[in-house]
């Protein structure tokens, strides 16, 4: 970056930061609103996937099928109020449309590994035979909100052995932070949400992967005023409209 100039990032950043009285603050470090850059991601929205994009450009008879693996539990499943699956309307489902109108040209498979209630401990034993079998060309992990369940040390070994078996075959990663439960209050610091969240950014910062910061948007749409009851189906599964802010975060990666 040449010195004479600032970059919108850092003009962003550098306002955020100034309180009225011309004091600087703490700045979050969550996504700045629009600008598809993650700064507790070493893979910016940008440029992560690009040699998938090229792939997703090429039309016949030089292009292939794509293949986008959601790794989870009930939320990338499409579970709205349980035993109800609305597959169309989840956000594994929502990204195919919005690439489909990206990409005219692309023949991509959307697989959707995830079970409901499962936890990143059990999803990482089935890893190799039920996911690195499809042979992804992005994948996406989704466990956080069950996760509280085995814990934060064993979910954060679970998520590490998926991200580098992923890596050792040449797959590109992309982490999510949890969507609600409204049993939890999100616009509270150091909520046990906030806590995964903090492990999976400095997940996808150690391993140089992605991160689709889901927790994130759905806080600040709490911290403006809004009720995140309309966002979701039940106490822990998004309807369509929740669906639709993951799925604009994980399409930043495909703009």
Known sequence: MYMNKISPLVLVLLLAGLSAGGQLQAVSPEVIPGSGIHPDSAAGAGSYLDSVKAELQKQWPHNRTINLVFHGHSVPSGYFKTPEVRTFDAYPYLVLKELKSLYPNAVINVIVTAIGGENSVQGAKRFRDEVLSHRPDVLFIDYALNDRGPGIEKSRAAWEEMIAR??????????????????????????????????????????????????????????????????????????RKGHELIAAEIMEYFK
Do not use: C, W
């Open 166 to 239: 992923a890596l050792e075959n040449d797959v590109k990663v992309i982490l999510l932070t949890p969507s609600p439960d409204l049993r939890v209050d999100i616009g509270q610091a150091g909520n046990e949400l906030e806590k995964f969240t903090g492990m999976i950014r400095e997940l996808a910062k150690k391993h140089r992967v992605g991160l689709a910061d889901s927790y994130g948007q759905f806080r600040r749409a709490a911290l403006a005023g809004k009720d995140l009851e309309e966002f979701m189906s039940q106490v822990n599964h998004p309807n």
